[in-house]
């Protein structure tokens, strides 16, 4: 590939610049930009001196001059963009490879404002790392495209303008410390509307009959199950014949109770049954498309189990070490060269007849899908099979399914025979139901055939659905034919519930942002991950459970900014920012009409909404009735609490899902009220009655001053053991918690030794050296001679030996180390001795599989080191200001050479 020319290659990471390296030889130079090189201000100590004191620089967006906006270089990215420069001052040309979408393109603008180049520089853009693609892109440069500048630009001003100017309103009404979002907000308000359903819901109760029957000893196979669908005529009500207020929607549907269930269930089992018909249809299926961002979001989720973090995380690291195509594209089509390479192998591993006649050619569904990339797919022009590509642990399974799904999309259909076989019962005897006397009945045996597996052989698609995942596994039946008889082996009769709509899942809540046309398949993960982070949203198993916080955020935000979480509103801002993208709508027009909002229009824009918001009552905000019980539920600073209309309080587990507060439960918390006191008597050593309370950070017991106390002096006080209740401490315990800590004895040399409490549980002190105890009971009946004998043997890692591992889950499949659950300083923990996963809040330790804990640890490798704080020393002189710079609207389609 090498010319005369030397040339200066920046991509964003250091494994990519590493792997391009290898293909490109002499007469290139390849380097890291370490992703973003520069971004607005995160704070006020990053606003250059003569920028402070503007109104604007708070949010670093000059919304008063063209929205110009405030870049910083980050401080760790100083001594990149030095040697990045005295790299490009030696060469004759710099090529951009930073990812051809819009953030990439945003990256190599930002790389062209800061090292300004004199030699001519370009946009080197590929979308797979091999030696081909990478050939070809060096041939093939071509100008930077400001419009996917632009559109990246307007992005990143309209979120800092949301969350800059919304997030404060949050801070003084609900919390301080929260944040809003464009696009974190409104998936925020789909978790909780998803809840408020919860909430609402009314279940109903219905029964239902399922039955095995026999077709004989010529069938094959002999038995097969069925089920009740009508009984004189009139259908039987299901699950679906109900609203979510419990009504039955379907007026002429019989609903079974459990009498009337039981006695059909007797009166089939002995009566007759014969097949009245038997319906056959042909059965066709159709390969899915391969892989687009969304897609393999959720099927990575549904099927490895994999957040949508730990997808796009595992889908980085194989695109950059050149296993599969860019990862993150809107696009379902294929290259030539890579339907070809689908086909050869699918010829290859599973014969000619799995080969359809012509290639087979997708389109997308997404609007203003980013055709220019493909889907993703395994790279190159001849795939690897996963079993030789030396991958393990969670990378293998993640190419694998895109291997998979892949060679699929390019296999023959898949087809069966769809059979439904209806089968006539003559009761033994007439049934009383609540419409009347019944004597016959009809059950339905539904079943599929395939006789031939097609693309199902190498891929099945998950669902989010549990009823739906057995589609391509529903019942064999056996061949019968019309008047045929047939007999019941057991006819059951069961009783069923209606269920709430399911809450999100992360695949579940990927699949409707993107219905709603809401966000970027490439943001999705960052948004779940922050409304996360934020205390939003909690996880339940695999369940997005919202908090009672994002309730109280969603409620202000609708009720005072509805047009910023409208759900419509949102998706349409996003359409003008691929128009902006396309070329075909203008940056500052759209910035101008969310801002100010639009000329002549009576919706105001978001400078109008955070600064004519009148009177907002937080009290109110965060206050949610539970039904009509007179109790309520608020957020307040220090967490959630009930409150009934005697102002009796208790505060609410974090770990109890809003649907889950009822009435009874929330009665049930209120029985140990917060605040609420007993009196154990009083001391006669002080003369002070001593009482127990229950306080918003647990059971207590304290001492009650006289009214005439000086402010200075406070109350003995003593946090009751996890062992201890309110109904069951005593006086003379509560002088023992209260007289901690204990005083054990003196070693030696005079140092007093203490027994004593603490945040990570019961220890032992003695000067600054500290040693942990077995149980709490031993702080109050440990000996000096026990203490002594503790302090005699070795300190192993902090105040006591290593206990014992929890668990064993055996051998990371990326480590390839054992793998344990430990009880650490900051709770239970996952380690394969090299990388510490702490637990997540809804992690069970008891239930934690082998597959979480090496989930845990992926992620937590992910994340990468955390960084230590850079230490400055004073300068001699005056530092100079920090370099900035502000963005003037550029012309279309400029080119820097």
Do not use: C
Request: net charge negative.
């Amino acid at each position: 590939m090498a010319d005369k020319l030397k040339r200066l290659v920046i991509v964003e990471s250091p494994t990519k610049a590493t792997k391009i390296a290898g293909y490109l030889g002499d007469g290139y130079i390849v380097e890291s930009s370490r992703g973003h090189v520069r971004d607005l201000p995160t704070g006020a100590a990053e606003v250059p001196a003569k920028y402070k004191g503007q109104p604007w620089a708070r949010t670093g967006v000059n919304v008063d001059e063209g929205f110009q906006p405030l870049y910083v270089v980050a401080a760790d990215k100083k001594a990149t963009i030095k040697d990045l420069k005295s790299k490009l001052a030696g060469v004759d040309e710099l090529l951009l490879a930073t990812d051809g979408d819009r953030e990439g393109e945003a990256i190599a603008w930002h790389l062209l404002e800061e090292l300004k180049p004199k030699v001519p520089a370009l946009r080197m853009v590929f979308h797979e790392i091999t030696p081909s693609a990478i050939e070809e892109a060096v041939k093939n440069p071509r100008a930077l495209d400001t419009d996917l500048v632009d559109a990246q630009e307007t992005r990143r001003i309209l979120d800092r303008l949301y969350g800059y100017e919304v997030s404060p309103v949050l801070w003084k009404k609900v919390m301080p410390r929260l944040s809003a979002g464009r696009v974190q907000s409104v998936a925020t308000r789909l978790v909780v509307d998803r809840e408020r359903e919860r909430i609402a819901f009314v279940p109903a109760s219905y029964w239902d009959l399922d039955a095995v029957l026999d077709g004989g000893a010529e069938a094959d196979p002999r038995s097969f199950p069925a089920r009740l669908t009508t009984v004189g005529g009139s259908k039987i009500a299901q699950g679906r014949d109900f609203d979510a207020s419990g009504r039955v929607t379907n007026q002429t549907a019989v609903i079974l109770d459990e009498a009337g269930a039981k006695s059909l269930a007797e009166a089939i089992e002995g009566g007759s049954l014969a097949v009245a018909s038997v319906e056959a249809k042909p059965y066709t299926r159709r390969p899915y498309e391969p892989f687009r961002t969304t897609t393999m979001q959720q099927e990575a989720g549904r099927k490895l189990g994999f957040t949508a973090q730990r997808a796009m995380s595992v889908a980085q690291e194989l695109y950059e070490k050149g296993f599969i195509t860019y990862m993150r594209t809107d696009s379902v089509t294929l290259a030539a060269s890579a339907i070809q390479a689908a086909r050869a192998q699918v010829a290859e591993l599973f014969g000619e007849s799995y080969l359809p006649e012509k290639p087979r050619y997708y389109a997308s569904k997404v609007k203003n899908a980013q055709e220019a990339h493909e889907a993703i797919r395994p790279a190159g022009d001849a795939f690897q099979h996963p079993d030789r590509t030396g991958l393990v642990g969670d990378a293998f399974k993640l190419y694998q399914l895109i291997w998979r799904r892949t060679l699929a999309s390019q296999m023959a259909d898949a087809r069966g025979e769809q059979m439904t076989v209806r089968i006539d019962a003559r009761l033994a005897a007439p049934v009383e139901l609540a419409t009347g006397t019944v004597t016959e009945a009809e059950l339905t045996a539904s079943g599929r055939t395939i006789v031939f597996h097609g693309f199902l052989k190498a891929y099945v698609a998950g669902s989010d659905d549990a009823a739906a995942a057995s589609d391509d596994s529903q019942a064999r039946l056996p061949q019968l034919t019309q008047g045929q008889e047939v007999h019941a082996e057991s006819v059951t009769a069961a009783g069923h519930e209606t269920k709430p709509p399911a809450r999100y899942t992360e695949p579940s809540l990927v699949a409707k942002l993107e219905e709603l046309e809401i966000g970027r398949p490439s943001t999705y993960a960052s948004i779940i991950r922050t409304i996360t982070a934020r205390d939003y949203v909690f996880k339940k198993g695999s369940a997005l459970v919202p908090t009672w916080l994002a309730f109280a955020v969603t409620r202000l935000l609708e009720e005072h900014f509805s047009k910023l979480v409208d759900y419509k509103f949102t998706a349409e801002l996003e359409e003008l920012l691929d128009e902006i993208a396309a070329g075909d709508a203008d940056r500052l027009e759209v910035l101008t009409e969310f801002y100010r909002g639009p000329d002549g229009s009576e919706h105001q824009g978001l400078h109008a909404l955070v600064n004519e918001l009148g009177e907002i009552d937080a009290r109110e905000l965060s206050t949610f009735p539970i039904a009509d019980s007179g109790i309520n539920v608020r957020v307040g600073r220090y967490g959630t609490y009930v409150e009934d209309s005697e102002g009796k309080r208790a505060n609410v587990p974090e770990d109890v899902a809003p649907d889950g507060l009822t009435v009874e439960y929330a009665q049930e918390l209120l029985s140990q009220p917060l605040d609420a006191e007993h009196e154990l008597g009083v001391d006669p050593d002080t003369g002070l009655m001593v009482v127990a309370k229950n306080g918003r950070y647990g059971p207590y017991v304290t001492e009650v001053l006289p009214e005439d106390a000086p402010k200075s002096r406070k109350p003995r006080t003593g946090s009751l053991f996890k062992s201890m209740s309110l109904d069951s401490v005593d006086l003379e315990t509560a002088k023992k918690l209260m007289g901690l800590p204990r005083v054990v004895g003196a070693d030696a040399e005079g140092v007093e030794i203490t027994a004593q409490n603490g945040r990570y549980g019961p220890y032992l002190k003695k000067g600054t050296d500290s040693r942990s105890l077995t149980s709490e009971e031993q702080i109050f009946d440990i000996t000096l001679d026990e203490a002594l004998a503790i302090y005699a043997q070795p300190k192993q890692r902090g105040r006591a030996a290593a206990a014992p591992p929890l668990k064993e889950f055996g051998e990371d499949p990326v480590s390839g180390k054992p793998t344990v659950l430990k009880s650490g300083r900051f709770g239970p923990y996952v380690t394969d001795g090299e990388t510490n996963a702490t637990l997540r809040r809804d992690d069970d330790p008891d239930a934690v599989t082998p597959q979480r804990a090496f989930e845990l640890l992926a992620e937590k490798r992910a994340k990468g080191p955390a960084k230590k704080p850079v230490r400055k020393k004073a300068p001699a002189k005056k530092a100079p200001a920090k370099k900035a710079t502000t963005r003037k609207t550029p012309a279309k389609k400029t080119t820097t050479e």
